[in-house]
């Protein structure tokens, strides 16, 4: 997977181009939130499940459905007075999913079950330009981390500014009214 930093990274940037500047603070922290949330699997670990079960490491919570949960369950706590706001869900949705998408993209690990519970059926992307962040860090580890961060930092960081930047710059450009 991706480091923390990664998977903050791209929800703060989903943030930033789509909440909306009417969106309250606590959106960041949200977002944020959603796009790490997948990888609370990792508890399922100590549980000794078979290889490919549903809650194994990218199993379950790394799902389209699981996103759609996390975005509501994240809305009920911290964006009760947003309820009826189908863009900050979206936004949230999009944080909570980018995290399967860039595990997808990650060479290395099981694939990622996107259509639980439909399918159990996990996927990786033709590409996997991003490198596995190693847990723990120890020892020569750092190296790897900071080599994998790099790619991160190409990978994640390069299309974040991007998005953001454009996403701002559409909401600057208006189209020229006709007086024709
Ligand atoms: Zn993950």
Do not use: K
């Amino acid at each position: 997977m991706p480091s923390l930093l990664g998977h903050a990274a791209a929800g703060l940037a989903l943030n930033a181009a789509f909440a909306g500047h009417q969106a309250p603070r606590r959106s960041w922290a949200l977002a944020a939130a959603c796009a790490l949330a997948p990888d609370l699997d990792w508890f399922t670990a100590f549980l000794h499940l078979p290889y490919g079960h549903v809650l194994t490491h990218r199993g379950a919570t790394h799902s389209l459905a699981a996103a759609a949960l996390i975005a509501s369950a994240a809305m009920l706590l911290g964006l009760r007075s947003h309820l009826r706001s189908r863009r900050l869900w979206l936004c949230l949705f999009a944080a909570a999913f980018s995290h399967g998408l860039l595990d997808a993209c990650t060479l290395g690990g099981v694939g990622v079950a996107a259509f639980l519970p439909f399918s159990g059926e996990r996927y990786v992307c033709v590409w996997q330009p991003i490198r596995v962040s190693p847990i723990p860090l120890t020892g020569r580890l750092w190296v790897r981390f900071l080599g994998a961060l790099w790619t991160e930092a190409v990978w994640i960081g390069l299309p974040a500014i991007l998005l953001v930047t454009a996403a701002r710059a559409a909401r600057w450009v208006r189209p020229v009214p006709d007086h024709a």
